[in-house]
T-cell receptor, first 113, second 113 residues
Framework: DAGVTQSPTHLIKTRGQQVTLRCSPKSGHDTVSWYQQALGQGPQFIFQYYEEEERQRGNFPDRFSGHQFPNYSSELNVNALLLGDSALYLC????????????FGSGTRLTVV | KNEVEQSPQNLTAQEGEFITINCSYSVGISALHWLQQHPGGGIVSLFMLSSGKKKHGRLIATINIQEKHSSLHITASHPRDSAVYICAVARMNYGGSQGNLIFGKGTKLSVKP
């Protein structure tokens, strides 16, 4: 049973560019949450998707957007990249049928130069 | 005051020592996660607890729901255990802009040979 799969694992982008990160949730999970972890900091909540809609959102600008597909996989898009967007982006999936049970992806490390 | 507090923040141990990392929280939770993160790496899920105790190899995790406290123990520590250990709690109630998962700041463990 595959866990959460994130792609790519590493990415280097130039300031001003746009990036798309992908997450496939654990089989049986219907909810995907995205987090940003800057170096030396704890993960910060970006948003959560359920039933193809953004259900909750953290304090991130509109440059951060997302999408969830009918197969529950999700994308995180960041426009107009800034140097400060360099971070590890984590995806965690969960099921509305099992409260509190999160499965974590290993993350995508984004470097903006 | 943070809703999830970990202690200690940093921990240095000699190989073979018994290690304890503590996590206290102040919100109602449905589950608590212990996560491991190596330098520059992604997150690996170690345990999910909602009650009692779990053991996996040299790792033991306990939780006391009444006292809102959890501990992660490492027996016979080894240099490869060197990593940041993060406690994350899944809120019982709707998380809003903070999301449903609250992360501790992590405990940086260094095990010397």
């Amino acid at each position: 049973d595959a866990g959460v799969t994130q792609s790519p694992t590493h990415l280097i982008k130039t300031r001003g560019q746009q990036v798309t990160l992908r997450c496939s949730p654990k089989s049986g999970h219907d909810t995907v949450s995205w987090y940003q972890q800057a170096l030396g900091q704890g993960p910060q909540f970006i948003f959560q998707y359920y039933e193809e809609e953004e259900r909750q959102r953290g304090n991130f600008p509109d440059r951060f957007s997302g999408h969830q597909f009918p197969n529950y996989s999700s994308e995180l898009n960041v426009n107009a990249l800034l140097l400060g967007d360099s971070a590890l982006y984590l995806c965690a999936s969960s099921s509305t049928n099992r409260v509190g049970g999160y499965t974590f992806g290993s993350g995508t490390r984004l470097t903006v130069v | 005051k943070n809703e999830v507090e970990q202690s200690p923040q940093n921990l240095t141990a000699q190989e073979g020592e018994f290690i304890t990392i503590n996590c206290s929280y102040s919100v109602g939770i449905s589950a608590l996660h212990w996560l491991q993160q190596h330098p520059g790496g992604g997150i690996v899920s170690l345990f999910m607890l909602s009650s009692g105790k779990k053991k996996h190899g040299r790792l033991i995790a306990t939780i006391n729901i009444q006292e809102k406290h959890s501990s992660l123990h490492i027996t016979a520590s080894h240099p490869r255990d060197s990593a940041v250990y993060i406690c994350a709690v899944a809120r019982m109630n709707y998380g809003g802009s903070q999301g449903n998962l609250i992360f501790g700041k992590g405990t940086k463990l260094s095990v010397k040979p």
